[in-house]
């Protein structure tokens, strides 16, 4: 029931704009149709933000326990609802929300096994996480106790380097690195602590400074000793790739918070299904260029044709009107006139790069190209990797009618929908769109033609290097190689997609979404807008015949079936 009163918001949210412009009053203009849900939305945004910022110490057994109860007495809101006398608007958000509640659940216990994982090796972090709490709470303290208590601390965490040390069974590496940016938030969280309280209380310095001083050396040389001889890198390598793999199970659990009714498997097949397609065409345009069926020799020539220092801006912008252009003149989507004049341009840092080697999106477009800090090799494989025409297919994808154009008009619908936000909508728009014209011809070229197969081909390799990590079954390097092998990618370039894919600050699934989200919306307007014979009412009948039935196995070619899409995409499309 809940998957299909979403389908439902799926098609209003994308009526066409003459029947948008039916507004009985201009205020409607301005005004999304009635929910009270949206109030409790917001509420629980608010509750949810005073209890972050109260309980700082991240991996507290109180802020843990503080958030399930949150997410408990939420549920009981929700789940005490009479859905079927709710209003359209108010199913979709009891439906959203009741999905989101469920996963942030699951979410704490598994964060709460992975910081059991870690206590191993961080035996102390309860101490520095109880102190925390207790200045949060405003607890008086004794200072000749809280002394105590740090040198206790220091020898604490001497015992355990020299524990560790000592013992021929290492932990996991994964584990020891996700131990090693944990201490560096305890430190944090520590030094916060201690800053609260020195100088302002000058008997609380009188005590503690050099106790504190101790422990601060000996979370140092800790820090140091887990990097070195447990993760197996260097204090100030920065381009090591480790990552955290979480399993098939944790997998299946992210697939199913979005909607996604497929295995990790399925998934990993149907990728290569696409590259498969991607190569047969990577042939065709290859043969167009004179290289016969070697589409590497085609690549590597695409590669050459990269700008003059200097030119790089001038070259997106150019990029950035003609898709503008392009999608007005043949009225494939509605431009508000703020949206083209407001977006805007960065040139990336050369940090930054390391692990966003080409673009980044939205309002701004930020830029990737050599700086004059770059060594000579990184300098040619930023340019080779950001040619005009690897930028021509990927440029609208981060603007318009991609990211910047999705954004605008997201922040003024349904902002409350913001925390249901999913890649599967984020990146799957911006796909769709490369779908879409590369089936208008928009890259007109051979040229053109491999470098918007380049990207596809990249996003095919995103879902079986990252599902692959995550099923422990291909290492960091492993997953370099095969956008190197496979691919064609730059070698620096393909450690930075690696590196931003398993540096923590992407979600598991996130890879997967640009092309599994860009084939959901690419096959609704197959069967919506190309499928001139079918009526709305008549799409509404199917959807409504379909509500309760299970996955198909069904397969139409190398994409997915109807039933799974309309499933899928009731994720996908979460928001206007």
Not at 131 to 143: A, F, G, H, M, V
Not at 392 to 420: C, K, S
Request: proline share 5%; with cysteine.
């Amino acid at each position: 029931m809940k998957r299909s009163i979403l389908c439902f918001f799926i098609l209003f949210a994308f009526l066409p704009p003459a029947a948008l412009s039916q507004r009985k009053d201009q205020l409607d203009a301005y005004n999304e149709p009635p929910s009270r849900l949206r109030g409790v939305i917001e509420k629980f945004g608010e509750d949810y933000g005073s209890i972050d910022r109260f309980y700082t110490a991240r991996t507290s057994a109180n802020r843990i326990a503080r958030f399930r109860r949150l997410y408990s007495d939420y549920t009981t809101v929700i789940t005490g609802l009479d859905f079927a006398s709710l209003n359209h608007d108010e199913q979709i958000d009891f439906a959203l929300f009741k999905n989101y509640l469920d996963h942030e659940q699951k979410e704490l216990t598994r964060f709460e096994k992975q910081v059991a994982e870690m206590a191993p090796i961080l035996p102390f972090a309860n101490v520095i996480n109880d102190l925390e709490d207790q200045r949060r709470r405003l607890e008086p303290i004794d200072p000749a106790k809280t002394a105590a208590e740090l040198t206790q601390l220091s020898k604490q965490i001497d015992a355990a380097q020299k524990s560790l040390d000592s013992n021929p069974n290492k932990p996991k590496r994964t584990v020891a690195n996700r131990a090693a940016r944990t201490l560096a938030t305890l430190r944090s969280t520590l030094r916060n602590w201690y800053n609260f309280h020195y100088a302002y209380d000058p008997t609380f310095t009188w005590w503690n400074a050099e106790p504190y001083k101790s422990v601060e050396d000996s979370l140092q040389k800790y820090s140091e000793f887990i990097v070195a001889k447990l993760v197996g890198i260097s204090p100030d390598d920065k381009t090591t790739i480790i990552g955290d793999p979480i399993g098939r199970d944790a997998l299946i659990d992210e697939l199913k918070y979005e909607m996604i009714p497929y295995t990790p498997e399925e998934l990993v097949q149907i990728a290569n299904k696409e590259f498969a397609w991607c190569e047969d065409e990577m042939k065709k345009a290859s043969r167009d260029m004179g290289y016969g069926d070697d589409w590497k020799k085609a690549l590597e020539a695409v590669k050459q044709k990269y700008v003059e220092p200097g030119k790089q801006d001038q070259l997106i912008r150019d990029q950035a009107m003609e898709a503008i252009e392009y999608v007005e003149k043949n009225d494939l989507v509605t431009v508000p006139k703020l949206a083209r004049e407001s977006w805007r341009m960065e040139m990336m840092s050369p940090e930054r790069q390391l692990q966003s080697p080409f673009f980044l999106g939205g309002e701004t477009i930020l830029v990737s190209y050599p700086t004059s800090s770059m060594t000579h090799e990184q300098k040619m494989m930023s340019m080779r990797g950001n040619n005009p025409h690897f930028t021509h297919a990927v440029t609208h994808h981060e603007l318009i009618p991609g990211h910047h154009l999705q954004r605008f008009r997201t922040e003024r619908f349904r902002p409350d929908r913001t925390r249901f936000w999913t890649p599967f909508w984020g990146e799957g728009w911006a796909l769709y769109w490369e779908f879409l014209l590369w089936d208008r011809g928009f890259n007109k070229t051979a040229e053109d033609r491999v470098g918007a197969l380049f990207w596809r081909m990249h996003r095919c390799a995103r879902i079986i290097f990252s599902l692959n990590f995550h099923l422990e079954k291909m290492s960091p390097q492993e997953a370099v190689d095969f956008l190197v092998e496979r691919v064609g990618h730059e070698r620096d370039n393909a450690a930075a997609e690696v590196r931003r894919s398993f540096s923590g600050d992407y979600g598991p699934l996130y890879q997967i979404a640009y092309m599994m989200g860009g084939l959901q919306f690419y096959n609704l307007h197959r069967e919506l807008v190309d499928s001139k014979g079918r009526s709305r009412s008549r799409w509404f009948a199917r959807f409504s015949q379909i509500k309760n039935s299970r996955r198909t196995t069904a397969r139409h070619g190398s994409f997915i079936s109807s039933e799974d899409r309309i499933v899928i995409v009731c994720k996908v499309i979460n928001r206007r």
